[in-house]
């Protein structure tokens, strides 16, 4: 670790939203990576001869005429997959390695600016588990040092996201609490359970992380509510079955056409091959499939991003408001869809096993009962859906729920925090 003279950068490097913070000058700064925010959308975007990164890369994605510009989002997730470590960029092969080099890179470099030196040493915070595979996570984690070793830091830690939230929120414990970290991201749901004393006297009793976040739950609105307007469910009569059995049938179209446009890896020289299918089904089939030329006209014009911009607009109203709308305008057509939050709470109930099983996980590690935790902490936008607010008061009785004031700041205020003090070394995993 470091002492408070050093400049040691903490670095949320998240599946949505990155955050860095430094604690500098006797104080806890989180860095602006952008004109308007703290925080920087985790997107890349590459032309032959640029990359762009953060609201750049989505305004390019969405504008650029470049026939072969390629977006990527939810790169973090990319770090675990096994058997793959690169993918297409504008036709040649990049590792993940180096994409994730390139985004930590001008986060450094903004980072730099801000405190007017060279930084060369990070904490980054982790989630639990990238996934469920202990030999994936470690590759995430050796990829993931790299990727910050060439960006320019010459001393890497990693703190598990939760316990970073749990130290900058150390104001909230009280002497014998026993706390539940609940750190709801975009790619991962982790637990951190604590035994509270002092500051410098935190008992951790159980960590627990599981493979779900906001993105997922984005998709699953995309497709209940949208991908229908995309030909999901659709049926057509082909001519060539026709010909072949001399009467009426009806094909479905290929759901994994639809469902391409909730594939984080939207590879662009991918696209042709798709197209290609989309036209041989429009040339089968004996009537037009609007649905299908909609997809079509999708693709060619780069405006996925569109929906899951709307999409995570409704998520977040929805935390507020019992019903939202659903207004698209892309491709010179409209889409307009209701979601009540009944709905939203039926596509949420999807995920209702999952966490209470993570939670019986980490209950049972703890060797505790549930209504012997008397306070869970909120992390992550994810947390502010009533949905899980209630899952969270139906399964810990005793708690007391615990809005933190930086929702979206706190792990990477945490991470500053560990980096500047020596007694919180013990956390770096």
Same mark, same amino acid.
């Given at each position: 670790?470091?002492?408070?003279?050093?400049?040691?950068?903490?670095?949320?490097?998240?599946?949505?939203? =990155?955050?860095?913070?430094?604690?500098?000058?006797?104080?806890?700064?989180?860095?602006?990576?952008?004109?308007?925010?703290?925080?920087?959308?985790?997107?890349?975007? +590459?032309?032959?001869?640029?990359?762009?990164?953060?609201?750049?890369?989505? +305004?390019?994605?969405?504008?650029?005429?470049?026939?072969?510009?390629?977006?990527?989002?939810?790169?973090?997730?990319?770090?675990?997959?096994?058997?793959?470590?690169?993918?297409?960029?504008?036709?040649?092969?990049?590792?993940?390695?180096?994409?994730?080099?390139?985004?930590?890179?001008?986060?450094?470099?903004?980072?730099?600016?801000?405190?007017?030196?060279?930084?060369?040493?990070?904490?980054?915070?982790?989630?639990?588990?990238?996934?469920?595979?202990?030999?994936?996570?470690?590759?995430?984690?050796?990829?993931?040092?790299?990727?910050?070793?060439?960006?320019?830091?010459?001393?890497?830690?990693?703190?598990?996201?939760?316990?970073?939230?749990?130290?900058?929120?150390?104001?909230?414990?009280?002497?014998?609490?026993?706390?539940?970290?609940?750190?709801?991201?975009?790619?991962?749901?982790?637990?951190?359970?604590?035994?509270?004393?002092?500051?410098?006297?935190?008992?951790?009793?159980?960590?627990?992380?599981?493979?779900?976040?906001?993105?997922?739950?984005?998709?699953?609105?995309? %497709?209940?509510?949208?991908?229908?307007?995309?030909?999901?469910?659709? =049926? +057509?009569?082909?001519?060539?079955?026709?010909?072949?059995?001399?009467?009426?049938?009806?094909?479905?179209?290929?759901?994994?056409?639809?469902?391409?446009?909730?594939?984080?890896?939207?590879?662009?020289?991918?696209?042709?091959? !798709?197209?290609?299918?989309?036209?041989?089904?429009?040339?089968?089939?004996?009537?037009?499939?609007?649905?299908?030329?909609?997809?079509?006209?999708? !693709?060619?014009?780069?405006?996925?991003?569109?929906?899951?911009?709307?999409?995570?607009?409704?998520?977040?109203?929805?935390?507020?408001?019992?019903?939202?709308?659903?207004?698209?305008?892309?491709?010179?057509?409209?889409?307009? %869809?209701?979601? =009540?939050?009944?709905?939203?709470?039926?596509?949420?109930?999807? +995920?209702?096993?999952? !966490?209470?099983?993570?939670?019986?996980?980490?209950?049972?590690?703890?060797?505790?009962?549930?209504?012997?935790?008397?306070?869970?902490?909120?992390?992550?936008?994810?947390?502010? !859906?009533?949905?899980?607010?209630?899952?969270?008061?139906?399964?810990?009785?005793?708690?007391?729920?615990? %809005?933190?004031?930086?929702?979206?700041?706190?792990?990477?205020?945490?991470?500053?925090?560990?980096?500047?003090?020596?007694?919180?070394?013990?956390?770096?995993?």
């Amino acid at each position: 670790m470091s002492n408070s003279t050093n400049v040691v950068y903490g670095l949320d490097f998240g599946a949505s939203n =990155t955050v860095l913070s430094v604690f500098w000058n006797d104080k806890l700064d989180v860095i602006k990576l952008s004109e308007s925010s703290c925080s920087l959308p985790t997107l890349l975007y +590459y032309t032959q001869y640029e990359s762009y990164m953060g609201n750049d890369a989505a +305004y390019m994605m969405l504008n650029s005429i470049a026939d072969k510009g390629r977006f990527i989002r939810n790169v973090k997730s990319a770090l675990a997959i096994e058997g793959s470590d690169s993918t297409f960029v504008v036709d040649k092969k990049k590792p993940y390695v180096d994409i994730v080099c390139d985004y930590i890179s001008f986060v450094k470099k903004v980072g730099d600016r801000h405190v007017g030196q060279e930084c060369s040493e990070v904490v980054i915070g982790i989630p639990v588990n990238f996934c469920t595979v202990d030999d994936l996570n470690e590759q995430a984690k050796t990829f993931l040092k790299k990727a910050a070793w060439r960006s320019g830091f010459r001393k890497v830690s990693f703190v598990y996201e939760p316990v970073a939230a749990m130290v900058n929120n150390l104001q909230q414990f009280r002497e014998g609490d026993i706390a539940l970290v609940f750190d709801f991201g975009g790619s991962t749901l982790d637990f951190h359970l604590i035994e509270f004393h002092s500051r410098f006297d935190i008992r951790p009793l159980a960590t627990h992380g599981i493979k779900l976040g906001g993105h997922d739950i984005t998709k699953k609105m995309i %497709e209940h509510k949208v991908l229908q307007h995309f030909g999901l469910g659709v =049926t +057509y009569n082909s001519k060539m079955l026709d010909r072949k059995n001399n009467k009426s049938n009806n094909v479905l179209v290929p759901n994994s056409l639809p469902f391409l446009l909730l594939d984080d890896d939207l590879n662009r020289s991918r696209d042709q091959g !798709i197209l290609e299918e989309i036209e041989r089904i429009l040339w089968d089939a004996e009537a037009d499939i609007p649905e299908l030329r909609f997809l079509k006209d999708c !693709i060619q014009k780069k405006l996925y991003h569109h929906i899951f911009a709307a999409m995570e607009s409704a998520k977040i109203k929805l935390s507020s408001q019992p019903q939202v709308d659903i207004d698209l305008d892309i491709a010179n057509r409209e889409i307009k %869809e209701k979601l =009540t939050q009944d709905e939203f709470n039926e596509i949420l109930s999807f +995920y209702k096993s999952d !966490i209470l099983d993570a939670f019986a996980v980490l209950m049972n590690s703890a060797q505790m009962n549930s209504d012997e935790v008397n306070k869970v902490v909120l992390i992550g936008g994810t947390t502010q !859906i009533a949905y899980f607010q209630d899952l969270l008061k139906s399964y810990f009785t005793q708690a007391q729920i615990v %809005e933190t004031e930086f929702l979206f700041e706190s792990v990477a205020m945490g991470l500053a925090s560990i980096a500047c003090n020596d007694r919180y070394s013990s956390l770096v995993c």
